[in-house]
Structure formats: structure tokens, C-alpha cells
């Protein structure tokens, strides 16, 4: 594939600063005023933050809008094959030329002051975001929330977070409580807050926050609910679109509690009415790459026996393990087969954790190593705490490698195949099984 020349740029903004995160506004609004506050010029402001789910969440609210005929701007990271991905500009991806213009133009207007890539790149997309219409935009956090460089918005239209967990540790602490308290740091005053499933610790410092803000708090289990009916079938029950619905375009059960929080959210949009034929439309063409995402092409697809399923989800902490597990135990009760995994993850994820939940599902895992990242760790080291975590497992230099390993398992009978354990890694596997 032919170097883009947003890539060139991208690896010379990533010289700008020692750190990759820093979490601080204070160079925020430094290039944002430079820019000519591009952050007050956006369309209305969705933003999101949380652990997990963030990305469907997002997905759904775009999948559902867009049926309904609105002009939807997402924001969203990391990418997964190309960093354009990361800028939806009224439905579409930027466009290379775009991407390219707004970075050299970030970059000319920083000159040589320090920032860090996810800063400097957040600038670029406002800029991108201000200078181009649409109704609404739909905007995610990269880390945390409260010190976040998407945290500029003074006052979107509403903000929404997702199920809390541990994650990122490194940066946001240990405590749970004070991880929530980051996530809440974008609550706005008066701004409807729409919160998904909880922790009682989570919850407990959500609806704090938002009490302290005055701003109108809509909550799983006290506002809203939803519940799986069967098979095909979920029920929202909350406000003016309650009501059952079909199964999502995405797989796992978790898929059912973030549809409903995007229709938590939708309930509370002032001004962006949807129809349930708009729901059901978005339900059904919704897309989010590497959530338990089914390969259906690519050479790994054709390398292996028909009689194999391959699954890619980019699940890396412990809750995401957790819902990964969850999905694959029912699936498990309704159609048994045997279960094998390729796994590679970063060093700064908590392995052990994400693992140990498929201890009682996986016949046999092996692990890689992700090629390009250096913060991954090497096969052997995170093979050492599969086995600690009581998986059956080998250590491989290579996924290709490690399907070698497996094939004569593979070949015996229909199974199942699950890559898994990074989005660097999920997305080495679109990039090459495309």
C-alpha cells in the first residue's frame, strides 16, 4: 500500500511532544484560539465517555439518525486501518486531501510548541467539523473525560456515558470511584446527561456529579430499561420510544443495552425527532468493525475449512472479556463447538484479568505478537499469563504462524476461531483481510 501523505504528517506530529498522553486542556486552548476557536463553531454535540461501549454506542446513534435523514458528523478513536477513519464529515470519511489540509495546518499554526498527537489531531478534526455541515456530531473521548481534548465543548446538546470499569490505569488510577469521576468531568451545567449500565460505585458518583451540575440526569434503572425478549427480540422501556424491537446488525448480548442507551439519548435530543421506522432501519444497517465482527473474506477466510467461524473483536480489559465470555457461553448452549483463540495484547492492559474469562471456553489459545507496536507485549510473556490464567496455550512469532499452530485442530471439525485482545491487533487483520 502507497504512504498517504496524511501518514507522513501523522509521524512527524508524533515528534511534537515526549509523552503520548498528557492529559491537560491547557495546550487545548492554546491551538484551539490560534484556530480561531473552531470548537464554537460545531454543529449540536453529542459527547460520550465511558469504558466500554462508547464506539457501538456512537455507531447506533449515527446508524439511526442517518436513516432518519440527518447529516451526521462522529469523531471517534482509535482507528482501525487508516487514521481517516477517526473523521466522519457528514456520513463520509475525510477525504485524504482534507485530512491532509487540516493536519499541515494544525501543524503550521502549533510550530514548534508542545502537544501531544492526540491534541494536535482532535484541533484538526474540530477544524474539519466547523468548516463543514451537518445537523449533529457525535463526539467520543479518548481517555478519561474531564481533562480530555475533546472536553472543549462548553455546551453540547447532551452528554451520555457508557458502562465504567478499570482501563488505562496507568493514567486514570486504580479506584473506580475516581475513574468515574473522570469520565463525569464532561457534564455540563443544565446539559441532559443520559447514564447506561453501572456499578453502584460508578453510578454513585455519576448522579452526584450530575446533582451538583443541575443537569438532568437520565438513568439506567430508575428511567430507562431494556430487556431481551428472545432470540430476535428486546424491549426499550423508557419514554416516548419504548417498545420491543428487533435484534441489532452487531453481535453479542451486551449489543442489546447499547442500542437502548442510544435510545435514551435519541429521548433526549431537543429538536432531533426519530420515528421507530427510523430505529429499526438504523438497527438493522448499523456497523462498528472488530466488535465480535464475523470475517467472511480475506485470505484467512479462504485458508481455512468452510466448516470454520471466524470472530475479530478488539476487547482488551476485563469488563470487555467479561461481555466476550458472556455472548460465547450462550452461543455455546444453542450451537457447542469447540472454541480456540488467538490472542495479542499491550503491555499496559491487565491481562490476567481479560484471560482468565475464557479459561472455561477456550480449547486452545495461542498467543502473538502485534507486528508495529512496541507497547504490545511479546507472545511468550503474554502466553506465561495465559497459563497462569488456566488457559491451554503456546506462544507464536505471527497470526499466520499461529493458524499453522492450529490448523490440525481446526480441520477436524465446524468450530469456532476468536481473535482477540487489542484493536491494533483487530485491526492488522481487517488491513490484510479486506
Known amino acids: 500500500m502507497p504512504a498517504r501523505h496524511s501518514d507522513t504528517i501523522l509521524k512527524r506530529l508524533l515528534a511534537l511532544h515526549p509523552k503520548v498522553i498528557d492529559l491537560s486542556l491547557d495546550r487545548m486552548e492554546t491551538i484551539l484560539e490560534k484556530l480561531g476557536h473552531p470548537e464554537r463553531r460545531l454543529p449540536p454535540v453529542i459527547h460520550v465517555a465511558g469504558t466500554n461501549g462508547k464506539g457501538s454506542l456512537l455507531a447506533y446513534l449515527r446508524a439511526i439518525l442517518e436513516a432518519s435523514g440527518k447529516k451526521v458528523h462522529v469523531y471517534t478513536s482509535p482507528h482501525l486501518v487508516k487514521f481517516a477513519e477517526r473523521i466522519v464529515l457528514a456520513g463520509e470519511i475525510i477525504s485524504e486531501a482534507k485530512l491532509s489540509e487540516m493536519l499541515l495546518e494544525c501543524e503550521r499554526i502549533n510550530g514548534p510548541d508542545s502537544i501531544t498527537y492526540f491534541e494536535i489531531t482532535t484541533a484538526a478534526a474540530f477544524k474539519a467539523f466547523a468548516d463543514n455541515p451537518a445537523d449533529i456530531l457525535l463526539l467520543e473521548t479518548g481517555l478519561g473525560g474531564r481533562l480530555d481534548a475533546t472536553n472543549m465543548v462548553e455546551r453540547p446538546l447532551a452528554t451520555a456515558i457508557t458502562p465504567i470499569s478499570h482501563d488505562h490505569e496507568q493514567f486514570l488510577g486504580s479506584d473506580l470511584a475516581g475513574i468515574a469521576g473522570e469520565k463525569a468531568g464532561i457534564l455540563k451545567a443544565g446539559v441532559p446527561a443520559i447514564f447506561g449500565p453501572q456499578t453502584d460505585i460508578a453510578m454513585g458518583v455519576l448522579k452526584t456529579r450530575a446533582s451538583d451540575l443541575n443537569a438532568p440526569a437520565y438513568i439506567h434503572g430508575d428511567n430507562w430499561s431494556c430487556l431481551r425478549i428472545s432470540d430476535d427480540a428486546w424491549e426499550y422501556k423508557g419514554g416516548d420510544l419504548s417498545g420491543i424491537y428487533p435484534f441489532p446488525n452487531l453481535n453479542g448480548l451486551h449489543q442489546v443495552a447499547n442500542a437502548a442507551t442510544a435510545l435514551a439519548v435519541l429521548e433526549k435530543l431537543e429538536g432531533l425527532s426519530v420515528t421507530r421506522e427510523d430505529i429499526v432501519n438504523g438497527l438493522a444497517s448499523v456497523k462498528w468493525p472488530a466488535r465480535l465482527q464475523k470475517l467472511t473474506q480475506g485470505e484467512m477466510v479462504r485458508s481455512l475449512p468452510t466448516h470454520t467461524e471466524i470472530w475479530l473483536d478488539g476487547g482488551h480489559n476485563e469488563a470487555a472479556g467479561a461481555r466476550l465470555s458472556e455472548s460465547l457461553t450462550a452461543w455455546n448452549r444453542d450451537n457447542p463447538l469447540p472454541l480456540f483463540m488467538i490472542c495479542g495484547m499491550m503491555a499496559n492492559k491487565d ?54 499452530h492450529l490448523y490440525p485442530y481446526i480441520q477436524r471439525q465446524p468450530c469456532r476461531l476468536l481473535i482477540a485482545g487489542s484493536l491494533y491487533l483487530a485491526g492488522t487483520i481487517l488491513r490484510e483481510n479486506s
Open 351 to 404: 491481562q490476567g484479568a481479560f484471560l482468565a474469562h475464557f479459561q472455561p471456553l477456550v480449547d486452545k489459545a495461542v498467543m502473538v505478537n502485534i507486528p508495529g507496536e512496541d507497547g504490545a507485549s511479546p507472545a511468550q510473556e503474554l502466553c506465561d499469563v495465559g497459563i497462569r490464567s488456566g488457559l491451554d496455550c503456546v506462544a507464536a512469532e505471527s497470526v499466520e504462524e499461529a493458524i499453522n
